[in-house]
C-alpha cells in the first residue's frame, strides 16, 4: 500500500486484489464493469483508493442481494 501527498491510502492491484479477496482477473473486470473506479495509473497498473474498494465491496453486496431475492 501507498500514500499520496493528500494521506489518502492508495492501493496497487496486488493490494486491491488482497482487499477484496478477489484475482487479479476478477479485479479487472469489476474496473470494466464499472464496479471499481481508479484512482489513476501506474507502471504497476492501475490504484486505488481505500474508498473506491469500500464502495465496491458494497455495492457488489447489493447486488448480491438482490439476486438472492430474485431467486428465491
Known amino acids: 500500500m501507498l500514500h499520496c501527498e493528500c494521506g489518502?491510502?492508495?492501493?496497487?492491484p496486488e493490494d486491491a486484489q488482497r482487499y477484496l479477496g478477489v484475482s487479479r482477473l476478477t479485479l479487472?473486470?469489476?474496473?470494466?464493469?464499472?464496479?471499481?473506479?481508479?484512482?489513476?495509473?501506474?507502471?504497476?497498473?492501475?490504484?486505488?483508493?481505500?474508498?473506491?474498494?469500500?464502495?465496491?465491496?458494497?455495492?457488489?453486496?447489493k447486488d448480491r442481494r438482490n439476486k438472492e431475492v430474485e431467486y428465491a
Request: net charge neutral.
Open 28 to 61: 479487472n473486470r469489476y474496473r470494466i464493469d464499472g464496479w471499481l473506479r481508479p484512482m489513476g495509473e501506474s507502471g504497476r497498473g492501475w490504484l486505488y483508493s481505500k474508498n473506491g474498494l469500500d464502495e465496491c465491496l458494497v455495492l457488489l453486496d
Open 8 to 12: 489518502r491510502e492508495i492501493y496497487t
